[in-house]
Structures are given as C-alpha cells and as structure tokens.
C-alpha cells in the first residue's frame, strides 16, 4: 500500500503553468526511487534525450570489437537506449544493470516486444558493485554518475583499468549544471498520446558543495485540464569533465570530452 505522500501525488485541476509548490515525495528516502513516479513516465519523456544522445554513441562506439566482451549498460532505466548501442555494435552482446524493479519492467516489456534485443540483451538487478561482468568491451552511463556513491565509482573505474581492452571506451555522459545552482521551473518534455498529453518539469537548488537537489513534475492534461500530476524530488552530484578527469587519473585512466560526454579508457 502507498504511504499517504505518494496518495496525494494525484489530484485534479483546471489551473495550466508552472507546477505549483506542492508536497513532493522523496526519493532518496525510497528503496526504489524511480517506483515512485519517474519509472511511469520515463519511456515517454526521453526519447528526444535519446535521440541525440543515441547519435553520438554510435560515433563513439563504432569501433568497439564485440568479441572482447560485452556492452554494459550501467543504469539502463527502460532500456530504451539499447537499440541505439546495437546500431552502434551489431554482432554485441549487451549487459544492461538496472536495480530499479520499476524501471526493468519497463526494460523486461521492452525484450518481450523485440526478440533481437532479447536474444542479446542480460538484464542485471544487482547494485553496480555487484554486477558488473568478468570483461567488457565498452561501458555506457548515460546521466548516472551522479547517482553513483564513492563504492560504486571505485568499482567502475578499477573495472576499467583492469577488465577493459585498452583504448576501450567508457562513455559518461556529463550534463551541465557542474556546479549546484538554482534552477527555474522548466517543461522539458510534452508529448502527445491519445487524448491526453504528458509533461515533464524540472527545477533545481543547491543542497551542498557539489549537489543538487532537483525537483521532477509529472503532469497529464487533458487539454487545459490538469488530469494528474507527480512530483519527485532527488539528490544528484554535479560532474564536470575536469571532476571526471581528476576522478579517473589516479586510476591510469584517461578521459576525453565528447559532445555531452566524457570518453574515459584504459592506455597501456
């Protein structure tokens, strides 16, 4: 049963604009912190994010040599950038890690509507400490690290000096703010589906030296009128590629910007 803050998650109004200050759930406090809200709403609101993003996976990864092991996908939510990691690879074998119960059966709907994926992809539910394959040929982590503690990164980034081919790239995508600041409400998403159209809002404030906390709003509309809204708050640490770069040296590790990116690898 929902606790009462996720009951008053949905209400009804004829008001349209910027989300108002309502109670939020949060979910840092959460066993699953995408259950709440984001899992519903993530397949329809990311896919302009993937579009781009997708693109430049395929350039960075045109080279990667599926015979040294697979792709793994470190938080691979609904799964929906799979598809653009086979475009990239097309003999790969794919390792997606997802702790989210919400968000892999999203991911496992997905492999039962497309037998190539499934045929390729390993849904993982374990921690990332504790599921990352014996080899790799490629990482991808897109908007994750900061949700990565201290373990995990250390995990990730021995895994890359010493599992990884050398020259293999870890692609980490680094999206601004790189430093904690506040955030206006902002619709970044709104898509059309049947009668109704859901939006996606965003704010953000400061909450320490390298943290964010930002505010997520789930909104459907039927027309003017407001159906339902959900609103999450979260804690994400700020990366720039400089944060990234010094993270990773001590490691023997290299890291290069691309696009949205940072390439990280192993040199010999």
Do not use: K
Not at 68 to 81: F, L, M, N
């Amino acid at each position: 049963m929902e606790s009462p803050a996720l009951e008053r998650s949905t209400r009804r109004t004829s008001e349209v604009g910027a989300p108002p200050e309502v109670a939020a759930i949060d979910a840092d406090l959460l066993a699953d912190p995408y259950g709440a809200a984001t899992a519903e709403f993530y397949e329809l609101l990311a896919t302009a994010h993937w579009e781009r993003t997708g693109a430049e996976l395929v350039d960075v990864l045109g080279g990667v040599d599926p015979s040294d092991g697979p792709i793994v996908d470190v938080g691979a939510g609904t799964g929906v950038g799979l598809s653009y990691l086979l475009a990239a690879v097309p003999r790969a074998e794919l390792y997606a890690i997802e702790p989210s119960r919400a968000m892999r059966t999203a991911l496992h709907t997905r492999l039962c509507l497309d037998h190539r994926l499934a045929d390729r992809v390993t849904v993982d539910p374990r921690p990332l400490q504790d599921a990352l394959p014996d080899r790799a040929s490629a990482i991808v982590l897109s908007a994750v690290l900061g949700h990565l503690d201290e373990i995990d990164r250390y995990r990730l980034w021995r895994f890359t000096a010493e599992q990884l081919p050398t020259g293999a790239p870890v692609v980490v995508e680094v999206l601004p703010p790189y430093r904690p600041i506040e955030v206006e409400p902002v619709r970044y998403a709104a898509v059309p589906v049947g009668r109704f159209t859901y939006e996606g809002w965003q704010s953000g404030e400061p909450a320490g030296d390298r943290l964010m906390r930002w505010t997520m709003t789930y909104r459907v509309l039927d027309g003017h009128v407001l159906v339902s809204e959900q609103t999450v708050r979260s804690t994400y640490r700020c990366w720039s590629p400089d944060d990234v770069r010094n993270e990773v040296e001590p490691f023997g590790l290299t890291a290069t910007e691309h696009g949205d990116a940072v390439i990280v690898r192993a040199v010999s």
